[in-house]
C-alpha cells in the first residue's frame, strides 16, 4: 500500500511538541507522523502523555512548543472546532452523549448545522450499513448498550467525512466479540484512505490491527515500530522499561466455606438510567478469588452497592456475610462482620483528596485496628498503621502527612488496598482494581490479592478485564443485563465463552441459549 | 481580553494561614481609602478605630466581653460548616437562647443559688438547639435547603421575643417600656475585673472554643463530620451516617449560639428587651470563615472582629463617621478573605482573544 517512494506527505506530522503543566511535563518532545490510510498505535502507560497529545491534535489544549504538519502545510489549531473543520474527529474514552434523546437528534447537535433531521436519519442509516455498524437513529441513547453508544460516537465522525479518527480507549468498554467488530469497521475506514490514530495500553490489540506504532513513556517517545514485526515483550520494554511482570498464583485449595452468598438478590436501580438487578445468586468460598466480568454498565454499580452496604436492602436475606443475613446493615457494620471492599472510584470514594494518607487510612480501618477509643483518635496508632500500608505496599509518597491528592492513580491504589488487606478481612469485594493503574503497580496489586486468597480469604473482584480476570480468578461468572450466569472454573473456559455471555447468552439465561452446559461449576 | 481562573499545583499548607491576615491588612488600607474619601485625616481614623478602644483596661474588657459571644458562636457553627451543613440562623437561636434563659430567671426570681445560672445556660443551650433542630428536621427528612430555613426563622425568633416582652414578660414597674424585669443577681454572670463590664460568660466561651477544638481536631466523630463535608460518597462508602451529620453540625450551632443568648442577657443586658444581639449571629459566620473553621483561629478572629466593633463604635464618636462604618468593615473582611482565598487556589491570565 505505502511505496517507499511515495512522493505525498504524511496526514499529520507532529514534530518537538511539549506541554508543561505545573506539576509535570506531559509531552516532552514528541515526534509522530501519521500516513493517509495507515492505522497508527500510541502506545503508552497511563500518565504516559497519550492522552495530552491527543488532545494537543483535536485543539482542546495549546501546546507550549513544536510544530505542526497537515498534509505537509504548518499550522495551528485552535480549537476542536478548527480540528474538525480539518477533518479530524475524535471518539472519547468517555462518551459525550445526551442521555435523554435520540440517536438523531445527538448527532445532529455535533453537526453544524443541520436541521432536517429526516434526511439525517437516512443517511445514519446509510453510513451504518455501509460501516457494518448497525444502530436505529430513533431509539433514545439511554436504552441503548455501551457497545452501540460508541457506535453513535464514531458515526458522528464519519458522517464529517473525518481524514483522520482519533479512537481514545475504544475497546475498554467492549466484548472480545465487539472488539473484532470495531476492528473489521476500522479497517475498513482506513483503506477508504482515512487515517486513524489508535490510543492503547493493550498490546495484542495494536499487534493485531496497526500499520505503525509510536511508543511513549513518561512525556518522551520511546520507540517507533512496526506492532506486526514486534514481539509482546518487546514492546512491552518500549512501554515500561522493562519485562511484563507476571503474577503467580497457584491452584486454589477447595472445599472452603461459603463466606459471601448471594441469594435471589433482586434489587431496582437508584439511578433512573442505571440497571436493575435480577435474581442474583452467587457464592465465594474461603480461599478462592471469584472473577464477575461483563462491559460496565449491566448492573455492576448497583451489585456493589449492594454488596458494601453503601445502598442497603430492603430484606436481610439476599445478602449473606459470613453466616449473617447482611441485606440491611449499612457499610460500616459490614466491615465490622469482617467484609473489605476497594470501590473503582478512588478519588472521593476509596479516599477523601483533601485528606492525608493517615486521615484516610481511618476512613475504615477504625474499628479493625483500634485507632479510636472513647471517641477519640488515636494518633500514634494510625500513624503507624499507616505507615505500615505505605511500606507493606510500596506507596511512592511524601509519606503518612500527604496527601491523598498529591499521589498518582497506582500508588493511592495501593495504599486504598493496603489499607484493607491489612486489616485481613475474611470478605474482600474488589472492584476494577487495577483500572488507570501503571504496569508494575497492577501486577502487584494481583499479587497481593492471590496471597489473600491463600491466607483463606474469599475474594471477589469484579472487572471490565478479562485478562485480569483470567489471571487471578479460581472461578468467573458474567454480569449482563442485571442478571449473573452461573460460575465456571477459569480453567475449564475460554476468553471467547466469556465473551459471549458477556451479550447475556448462557445456558439457560432463558433466550435461546446455545448449547453446552458441560463445564458449569 | 479575557479573564480566567487557572488552578494552581499544590497550594502550600503556609499558605492556607496566610488569607486572614492578607485580609486584615487589606481590610485596614481600604479603611484608609474609605476614611480619605469621606475628608477624615487617616491617621487619626486609624488611631480611633484600631488602638484607642484597646488603650484602656476597660477597653481590653470590652474588646473580651464582646469576643465572647463571636468566639462561641463561630465555633459550634464551623462544626456544622465542616460537614457542609450551613447554619446562617445562630442569630435566631441566639434569640431563643435568650428567651429560655431569660425565661427561667424570671420565673425563678426568689431563688438565690449558683446553681439558678447553671440552669440558664443549659436552658439556653436546648433553646437554640430547638431552634436549630427545625431545619435540621426539615433537611434531614425533606431535604429542605437550610440555609434558607434557619435564616427566615431568625425573624420569628425575633418577632416572638418582640411579643413576649410587651406581652406576657412585660415589666409591670417599667414605665411601659417593652422590656422584662432586672434579673436577680443570682441570675448574672458574676463580673471578673472590678470596675468592667467582662464577666464570667467570657470563661464559658473559652471553655466551649476549647471544647469545639478537641471536638474538630481530637475526636473521630468531628473526623466523620469532615469526611462527610469533603466527600459525601467516601462518607457512604465508609458507613458514615449523612443525618448524623447534619443533627450534629445544626445542635452544635444551635447550642452554642443559644449559650451566646444567655450570656447576653444575664451579662451585660440584665434583663430582655426587643433586641439583644447587634447582630452577633451573623458576624459569627464571618468570624468562623476568619479562623479556617478551627476554634483556635476563631479565637483570634472574634477577637479581630471585637475590635472591628469597638472601633466602629468610636469612630462613630470621635470621627462623627456613619454607624454603617462597622457593617462595612465587617464587609470589607470577607470580601478580602473571600478573594484571597480564591488567589491562594488560582491564578488570575489575561487571555488575548484567540487567536485563529
Redesign the interface.
Known amino acids: 500500500m505505502h511505496v517507499a517512494a511515495d512522493p505525498a506527505p504524511p496526514r499529520l506530522a507532529l514534530s518537538g511538541i511539549r506541554k508543561i503543566y505545573p506539576a509535570v511535563v506531559a509531552n516532552d518532545g514528541i515526534d509522530l507522523a501519521v500516513r493517509p490510510g495507515e492505522i497508527h498505535a500510541v502506545l503508552g502507560e497511563n500518565g504516559a502523555g497519550k492522552s495530552t497529545l491527543m488532545k494537543i491534535i483535536y485543539g482542546v489544549v495549546k501546546p507550549d512548543a513544536g510544530e505542526i504538519r497537515w498534509d505537509g502545510r504548518q499550522i495551528e489549531i485552535a480549537h476542536p472546532r478548527a480540528a474538525r473543520s480539518l477533518g479530524i474527529g475524535m471518539v472519547f474514552q468517555h462518551f459525550s452523549l445526551f442521555e435523554t434523546l435520540t440517536v438523531v437528534e445527538n448527532v445532529a447537535l455535533a453537526l453544524d448545522r443541520e436541521r432536517d433531521l429526516a434526511a439525517l436519519s437516512r443517511r445514519i442509516e446509510e453510513v451504518s450499513a455501509r460501516y457494518g455498524l448497525p444502530l436505529d437513529p430513533r431509539r433514545l441513547v439511554h436504552s441503548l448498550s455501551v457497545g452501540e453508544r460508541q457506535r453513535v460516537e464514531i458515526l458522528r465522525c464519519l458522517l464529517q467525512q473525518p481524514r483522520l479518527l482519533i479512537m481514545d480507549e475504544p475497546t475498554s468498554v467492549l466484548t472480545p466479540q465487539a472488539v473484532q467488530k470495531l476492528f473489521d469497521t476500522l479497517r475498513q475506514i482506513a483503506a477508504e484512505g482515512c487515517s486513524i490514530l489508535y490510543i492503547s495500553h493493550k498490546l495484542d490489540e495494536i499487534q493485531a490491527l496497526c500499520h505503525a506504532a509510536t511508543v511513549l513513556r513518561a512525556g518522551k517517545v520511546t520507540g517507533n515500530c512496526d506492532p506486526r514485526q514486534e514481539s509482546a515483550s518487546s514492546l512491552a520494554r518500549m512501554m515500561i522499561g522493562k519485562d511484563l511482570p507476571v503474577c503467580e498464583h497457584p491452584q486454589a485449595k477447595q472445599g472452603g466455606e461459603a463466606r459471601l452468598v448471594l441469594a435471589g438478590l433482586s434489587q431496582r436501580s437508584e439511578d433512573p438510567f442505571g440497571t436493575d438487578l435480577r435474581d442474583i445468586h452467587l457464592s465465594v468460598h474461603a480461599g478462592e478469588i471469584v472473577g464477575i466480568a461483563g462491559v460496565s454498565g449491566n448492573g455492576q454499580q448497583e451489585l456493589l452497592g449492594a454488596l458494601s452496604g453503601e445502598v442497603p436492602l430492603a430484606n436481610a436475606a439476599p445478602v449473606q456475610l459470613l453466616g449473617v443475613e447482611a441485606g440491611r446493615l449499612d457499610a460500616g457494620l459490614r466491615r465490622s462482620l469482617g467484609l473489605g471492599f476497594v470501590p473503582e472510584e478512588r478519588l472521593g470514594r476509596g479516599a477523601v483528596p483533601e485528606m492525608t494518607l493517615a486521615e484516610n487510612a481511618l476512613l475504615t480501618a477504625h474499628r479493625s485496628m483500634g485507632l479510636v477509643r472513647g471517641g477519640l483518635v488515636r494518633p500514634e496508632r494510625l500513624r503507624a498503621f499507616a505507615r505500615d500500608a505505605i511500606e507493606k505496599f510500596t506507596v511512592k509518597s511524601s509519606g503518612t502527612e500527604a496527601e491523598a491528592k498529591s499521589l498518582s492513580g497506582g500508588n493511592l491504589q495501593k495504599f486504598i488496598v493496603g489499607r484493607e488487606l491489612l486489616q485481613s478481612p475474611r470478605v474482600l469485594v474488589v472492584s476494577q482494581p487495577t483500572w488507570g493503574v501503571d504496569v508494575g503497580a497492577a501486577a502487584f496489586i494481583r499479587q497481593a490479592l492471590v496471597e489473600l486468597r491463600n491466607a483463606g480469604a474469599a475474594i471477589l473482584v469484579i472487572s471490565e478485564e478479562l485478562d485480569e480476570l483470567f489471571e487471578i480468578c479460581d472461578r468467573i461468572a458474567v454480569l449482563a443485563k442485571g442478571r449473573l450466569s452461573p460460575a465456571v472454573r477459569a480453567r475449564n473456559t475460554s476468553v471467547a465463552e466469556i465473551g459471549m455471555w458477556m451479550s447475556g447468552l448462557w445456558p439457560g439465561a432463558g433466550n435461546g441459549a446455545p448449547e453446552g452446559t458441560s463445564h458449569v461449576a | 481580553m479575557w479573564l480566567r481562573l487557572e488552578a494552581?499545583?499544590?497550594p502550600s499548607r503556609a499558605m492556607r494561614y496566610l488569607p486572614p491576615l492578607v485580609a486584615a491588612a487589606l481590610t485596614i488600607v481600604a479603611g484608609f481609602a474609605v476614611s480619605l474619601a469621606l475628608g477624615r485625616d487617616p491617621l487619626a481614623a486609624f488611631y480611633a478605630f484600631f488602638v484607642q478602644p484597646v488603650s484602656s483596661l476597660n477597653g481590653v474588657a470590652e474588646l473580651l466581653l464582646k469576643a465572647s459571644p463571636l468566639m462561641l458562636i463561630a465555633t459550634g457553627l464551623a462544626i456544622g460548616y465542616r460537614a457542609n451543613v450551613w447554619n446562617i440562623g445562630a442569630e435566631g437561636q441566639l434569640i431563643l437562647g435568650a428567651i429560655f434563659g431569660g425565661g427561667l430567671a424570671l420565673h425563678l426570681p426568689g431563688v438565690d443559688s449558683r446553681w439558678l445560672l447553671a440552669a440558664m445556660v443549659l436552658a439556653g443551650a436546648l433553646g437554640g438547639m430547638l431552634w436549630a433542630a427545625i431545619p435540621a428536621l426539615l433537611r434531614s427528612r425533606f431535604n429542605t435547603n437550610e440555609i434558607l430555613v434557619s435564616l427566615m426563622l431568625v425573624y420569628v425568633a425575633s418577632l416572638l421575643l418582640s411579643y413576649l416582652v410587651q406581652e406576657p414578660w412585660r415589666d409591670p414597674q417599667g414605665f411601659n417600656f417593652p422590656q422584662s424585669k432586672m434579673f436577680a443577681d443570682a441570675a448574672l454572670y458574676p463580673i471578673l475585673l472590678d470596675s468592667t463590664r467582662l464577666n464570667a460568660g467570657f470563661l464559658v466561651a473559652l471553655a466551649v472554643v476549647a471544647c469545639g477544638w478537641?471536638f474538630v481536631a481530637?475526636?473521630?466523630?468531628g473526623?466523620q463530620m469532615?469526611?462527610a463535608g469533603?466527600?459525601g460518597?467516601?462518607a457512604?462508602?465508609?458507613?458514615?451516617?449523612a443525618r448524623r451529620s447534619v443533627w450534629i453540625g445544626m445542635l452544635a450551632g444551635g447550642a452554642a449560639a443559644g449559650i451566646a443568648g444567655v450570656g447576653e442577657v444575664a451579662g451585660p443586658i440584665g434583663q430582655l428587651t426587643p433586641s439583644i444581639s447587634p447582630g452577633y449571629g451573623f458576624a459569627a459566620i464571618i468570624v468562623a470563615f476568619v479562623g479556617r473553621l478551627n476554634p483556635v483561629g476563631i479565637f483570634f478572629a472574634s477577637l479581630l472582629m471585637s475590635l472591628l466593633y469597638l472601633g466602629g463604635e468610636a469612630a462613630q464618636m470621635e470621627l462623627r463617621l456613619p454607624s454603617a462604618i462597622t457593617g462595612l468593615f465587617q464587609g470589607m473582611l470577607l470580601f478580602f478573605l473571600l478573594g484571597s482565598d480564591v488567589l491562594i487556589h488560582y491564578r488570575v491570565r489575561l487571555l488575548r482573544r484567540?487567536?485563529?
Open positions: 494552581r499545583a499544590a478537641l481530637k475526636s473521630f466523630l473526623y469532615r469526611v469533603l466527600a460518597a467516601a457512604r462508602y465508609a458507613g458514615f451516617s484567540a487567536a485563529a
